[in-house]
């Protein structure tokens, strides 16, 4: 399968410039080479994660057939685009992808291998490469917005991200959407990127930031549970 393709990249970026700076070098070092960065800065005024990741969204959507959300402290591995866009190609029904998200602390500790539970907390499947844990690639009920790849051609279908959300939850909400329009979401195993802990999302000294979480969550909770669409989503199987 060919891996040609047009692929654009959107960058949340807030105030860290040594991040943006390597993550940057990330994707200049890459083995896929038709890529057009989108760098959305919110250092001034911050409009949230959510409406940036959809500013890059619209700018790409014709002119790109996959577009890549990347978080300013992610570091794709040099063939992380690559293996990517191969999947992609193979899946034509695949709405969004995540994946394999290694700690920049201990490269043996996988911090993302896709997705379980979304509420009221968002649960990654973790564990160890040398163990050879979540190596393959897997269907998944939504997977981390930190680093995930979305088909252009698929986003009229099921719309662009919810910008009700300002931080959190939008990435579940999405993927949940797009499972609901009948589309599928996936784990890819073989693309890595290195993404650091202890990011802006984490932490709870921020009220701003803490009040936002909060709202995110509890517009979460308005929209989805108690939703039997969405406990039917919620209970299917993944092999």
């Not at 570091?75 to 690559?82: G, N, R, T």
């Not at 907390?121 to 973790?126: K, L, P, R, S, T």
């Not at 009700?164 to 949940?176: E, K």
Request: proline residues 3%; charged residues 25%.
């Amino acid at each position: 399968m060919s891996n040609k393709a047009r692929v654009g990249i959107t960058i949340p970026f807030y105030k860290n410039e040594i991040q943006l700076a390597k993550c940057k070098a990330a994707i200049k070092a890459q083995t896929f080479q038709d890529i057009e960065v989108f760098v959305f800065n919110n250092t001034e005024k911050n409009h949230g994660f959510t409406r940036a990741c959809n500013m890059g969204l619209r700018n790409f959507l014709t002119s790109k057939d996959y577009n890549i959300i990347l978080n300013q402290d992610c570091y794709l591995e040099p063939d992380a685009i690559e293996k990517m866009v191969t999947f992609m190609n193979s899946e034509p029904d695949c709405a969004i992808a995540g994946i394999k998200q290694v700690s920049t602390l201990d490269n043996d500790k996988i911090m993302h291998g896709g997705c379980t539970t979304a509420y009221p907390n968002g649960m990654h499947y973790v564990g160890s490469v040398k163990a050879g844990h979540h190596n393959k690639n897997r269907k998944m009920p939504w997977v981390n917005g930190a680093c995930m790849i979305v088909n252009n051609s698929l986003i009229p279908e099921f719309g662009y991200m919810d910008e009700n959300y300002f931080l959190i939850c939008s990435d579940s909400d999405w993927c949940y959407t797009a499972r609901q329009r009948g589309f599928s979401v996936w784990y890819i195993a073989d693309a890595v990127c290195k993404h650091e802990e202890g990011g802006i999302s984490r932490k709870n000294d921020n009220t701003f930031l803490t009040d936002k979480m909060r709202d995110d969550t509890l517009y979460f909770s308005d929209k989805w549970i108690g939703n039997g669409c969405f406990r039917e989503l919620s209970m299917e199987i993944f092999e």
